[in-house]
């Protein structure tokens, strides 16, 4: 079968490519309104749409958009994604998803499409401070145009729009301070630790315990048998804590499993304090007692991850286009819901 391309949609209207071009393109040339139908009508009866890359290698730009974030399976993060994509669709642009799923390896393979030709800019989660800047350096020297998101790498001159993760940090520290609790310990995710949201928000909790001259316990999640869990020996010891700071609520699920395994009710025996709404699994009798635990509702630092979406995807435009940018480095300041 004969390969369509514009040279086919050409040859089958008895024209040159050039005018094929044009009027698929929309671009004004001097023809018939006959022989402008007649190639339109080719161009639908073999379904035949340009090539965006090849449009792209013409114009120097594709208008799409490549947005790599590290996961798709929280509320956070898919409320993050829609409000970049449809703020994308405001600025006449597409855009399209990666997920790296916290895999240094896979995201360096999508940073590397920079260089394809496909995309005008990206949009970039980052699953580690310093994993791939060697590669965030090159796209920012051959001046390709990138924002951060959520996350940022500091020290690279590059535009991003955040929360306020040393604020959020604090600020739910406070709270369990305020309701008397002293023996406070805070709980990392076990991936993308050297990240600036986990040291940022760790930084928040550790100088607010200081500052009560109190020890700031951190510790990450392993992913490993319950019993093996660091926050299970430490929940089940002689002196466990009575307040958690818990760094995303992405393992709200597995810290109520430990919670459920050791019958401790929160916030009766354990208060708990959190980044984001959640929601949690009713999916097995296992899911339904680690739910049951939870007796009112956690302290929340909520993030605004629609106004981060538009502002991030604000910047890239203009970046891409070339245009002055205001303010290049933007920290959202999440609010403390106490919903007790």
């Not at 709200?252 to 499993?257: N, T």
């Not at 999916?283 to 993030?303: C, F, G, K, L, W």
Request: hydrophobic share 40%; charged share 25%.
């Amino acid at each position: 079968m004969e390969k369509v391309n514009i040279q086919f949609i050409a040859d089958k209207a008895g024209v040159s490519t050039s005018l094929v071009s044009k009027i698929i393109n929309n671009k004004y040339v001097r023809t018939t309104e006959e022989t402008r139908e007649r190639i339109l009508r080719i161009c639908r009866e073999y379904n035949y749409k340009p090539s965006r890359m090849a449009v792209g290698l013409r114009t120097k730009h594709t208008n799409l958009i490549g947005c790599i974030v590290p996961g798709i399976d929280s509320d956070f993060f898919a409320e993050l994604v829609s409000s970049m994509e449809l703020a994308a669709q405001d600025s006449g642009y597409q855009s399209v998803l990666f997920n790296s799923n916290e895999n240094l390896k896979l995201e360096r393979k999508y940073l590397e499409l920079y260089s394809s030709g496909m995309l005008d800019g990206m949009i970039v989660i980052p699953s580690d401070n310093t994993a791939n800047q060697d590669l965030l350096y090159l796209m920012k020297n051959h001046e390709f145009p990138f924002v951060f998101v959520d996350r940022y790498i500091g020290g690279l001159g590059v535009c991003f729009a955040v929360s306020d993760g040393y604020y959020g940090g604090r600020r739910l520290t406070e709270e369990l301070l305020k309701h008397g609790h002293r023996n406070i310990v805070m709980i990392g995710h076990n991936r993308a630790f050297n990240t600036s949201v986990q040291i940022e928000r760790y930084e928040g909790f550790r100088k607010t315990m200081e500052k009560e001259s109190l020890p700031a316990r951190h510790f990450y999640f392993r992913n490993c048998a319950l019993a093996k869990e660091p926050i299970y020996k430490i929940l089940s010891s002689a002196d466990p804590p009575t307040g958690i700071v818990l760094v995303s609520s992405w393992d709200i699920s597995y810290l109520l499993r430990i919670c459920s395994k050791l019958s401790i009710q929160i916030p009766k025996d354990c208060e708990l304090a959190t980044f984001d709404r959640f929601s949690v699994s009713f999916s097995s009798a296992e899911s339904m007692d680690a739910a049951r635990v939870i007796h009112s509702p956690p302290i929340i630092a909520e993030q605004d991850p629609i106004q981060m979406g538009k502002l991030a995807i604000e910047m890239l435009v203009a970046s891409i286009n070339g245009a002055p940018i205001e303010n290049r480095e933007v920290f959202i300041r999440p609010e403390i819901l106490n919903l007790t």
